[in-house]
T-cell receptor, first 116, second 113 residues
Framework: AQTVTQSQPEMSVQEAETVTLSCTYD???????LFWYKQPPSRQMILVIR??????QNATENRFSVNFQKAAKSFSLKISDSQLGDAAMYFC?????????????FGQGTRLTINP | DSGVTQTPKHLITATGQRVTLRCSPR?????VYWYQQSLDQGLQFLIQ???????AKGNILERFSAQQFPDLHSELNLSSLELGDSALYFC????????????FGPGTRLTVL
């Protein structure tokens, strides 16, 4: 079974600075997808960014980018120019690419605080 | 707004009772997923339905059951409730494809007293 580990329960960063959230995963599969979800105080789960394992290029979405290291099974999220609205729980998630395997496996989450 | 709706938003009930949580997927999405978020277990996959049929099962208790109706809405039934069932229950939907995003609803907060 696949597992996802987020080793940083809490992180904080100054507004406008850059922060990196860590995620490692364990799988024997070669084809899969990785995601970062944001959960603000409203509790809504919002997709931040996604990465296909077969792509070598790291995904980017505006101020959000990932560092995907397939051999190391590492998938970190970098937030540049942090804003107060970035304060939230961030969850790393794994999904197999196997036919019919649609469930998301989540890490424990990292609570990000933005200091003004 | 993800387009996925869940009702009710909050539910408070007593141990031993039975409740039904409802989810309407985004228009066009055939697949519905249920997840449970609790303090001790984190976010866990419960069950998936695709076009009315059960597709995958996760850590779902025997006291819990779900179904997806012909109009594609889904219901999660929780019975013989225990204090430990208190959690946030999310529904998500997607188009079943090799590469698809799951869109989450706002969740139902269940409190068992």
């Amino acid at each position: 079974a696949q597992t996802v580990t987020q080793s940083q329960p809490e992180m904080s960063v100054q507004e406008a600075e850059t922060v990196t959230l860590s995620c490692t995963y364990d799988t024997s599969e070669s084809d899969y997808y990785l995601f970062w979800y944001k959960q603000p105080p409203s509790r809504q789960m919002i997709l931040v960014i996604r990465q296909e394992a077969y792509k070598q290029q790291n995904a980017t979405e505006n101020r959000f980018s990932v560092n995907f290291q397939k051999a190391a099974k590492s998938f970190s999220l970098k937030i540049s120019d942090s804003q107060l609205g970035d304060a939230a729980m961030y969850f790393c998630a794994y999904r197999s690419a196997a036919q019919g395997a649609q469930k998301l496996v989540f890490g424990q989450g990292t609570r990000l605080t933005i200091n003004p | 707004d993800s387009g996925v709706t869940q009702t009710p938003k909050h539910l408070i009930t007593a141990t031993g009772q039975r409740v039904t949580l409802r989810c309407s997927p985004r228009s066009g999405d055939l697949s519905v997923y249920w997840y449970q978020q609790s303090l001790d277990q984190g976010l866990q996959f419960l069950i998936q339905y695709y076009n009315g049929e059960e597709r995958a099962k996760g850590n779902i208790l025997e006291r819990f059951s779900a179904q997806q109706f012909p109009d594609l809405h889904s219901e999660l039934n929780l019975s013989s409730l225990e204090l430990g069932d208190s959690a946030l229950y999310f529904c998500a939907s997607s188009v079943l494809a090799s590469y698809n995003e799951q869109f989450f609803g706002p969740g139902t907060r269940l409190t068992v007293l």
